[in-house]
């Protein structure tokens, strides 16, 4: 049973566009939610997160935002570069379990097209 | 600095061998935690140390044994592993506490079995 689904394996964009990435969850009690993204050969890098009492959370060229209704999260990233090709994931953690319970998605890979 | 530093960075073994994967944190963080991630597939948590004490086990076969010297160190000790165990090992680590933790990653130690 997947908790944190990333429905887009892949997804190619034009450099200097806007990129989203989505993720759906499934469990009402996350309260946590964070994109990662990750190099080949190299460890997942923690990009942006967000509580659930925030529906946005902004850093930069990245924006996450967070429709619990429809439990849904996405990552915008504006503009997008070349060097933002890589896979990212999606996690969410319960509510009052710390980071113990993390659940991951799948992940998506992202191609930034120069 | 949010650093997880480990080793090696590969290591091949044979079936046979013991050997040893280390991490090492300097921010303070209570929890440590030891993720497998194989390609295209999200990091699967294997273990979860908290204040230097085994917290969580999920169910790894026994040639796979952690280790927390202190708490800035976490080992993973390996026995008699088989050649489906190739795969990234991740360490990673967190703040100890109920909510929003986010888990930083280190690069990983890519394993060969041969």
């Known amino acids: 049973d997947q908790q944190v689904k990333q429905n887009s394996p892949s997804l190619s964009v034009q450099e200097g566009r806007i990129s989203i990435l989505n993720c759906d969850y499934t469990?009402?009690?996350?309260?946590?939610f964070l994109w990662y993204k990750k190099y080949p050969a190299e460890g997942p890098t923690f990009l942006i997160s967000i509580s659930s009492i925030k529906d946005k959370n902004e850093d930069g060229r990245f924006t996450v935002f967070l429709n619990k209704s429809a439990k849904h999260l996405s990552l915008h990233i504006v503009p997008s570069q070349p060097g933002d090709s890589a896979v990212y994931f999606c996690?969410?953690?319960?509510?009052?379990?710390?980071?113990?319970?993390?659940?991951f998605g799948a992940g998506t890979r992202l191609f930034v097209k120069a | 600095d949010t650093e997880v530093t480990q080793t090696p960075k590969h290591l091949v073994m044979g079936m046979t061998n013991k050997k040893s994967l280390k991490c090492e944190q300097h921010?303070?963080?209570?929890?440590m935690y030891w993720y497998k991630q194989k390609a295209k597939k999200p990091p699967e948590l294997m273990f979860v140390?908290?204040?230097?004490?085994?917290?969580i086990n999920e169910s790894v076969p026994s040639r796979f044994s952690p280790e927390c010297p202190n708490s800035s160190l976490l080992n993973l000790h390996l026995h008699a592993l088989q050649p489906e165990d190739s795969a990234l090992y991740l360490c990673?680590?967190?703040?100890?506490?109920?909510?929003?933790?986010?888990?930083?990653f280190g690069e990983g130690s890519w394993l060969t079995v041969v």
């Open positions: 996690a969410a953690s319960p509510r009052n379990t710390g980071g113990f319970k993390t659940i």
């Open positions: 140390y908290s204040y230097e004490k085994l917290s």
């Open positions: 990673a680590s967190s703040p100890w506490g109920a909510s929003g933790n986010t888990i930083y």
């Open positions: 921010m303070g963080h209570r929890a």
């Open positions: 469990n009402s009690m996350f309260d946590y």
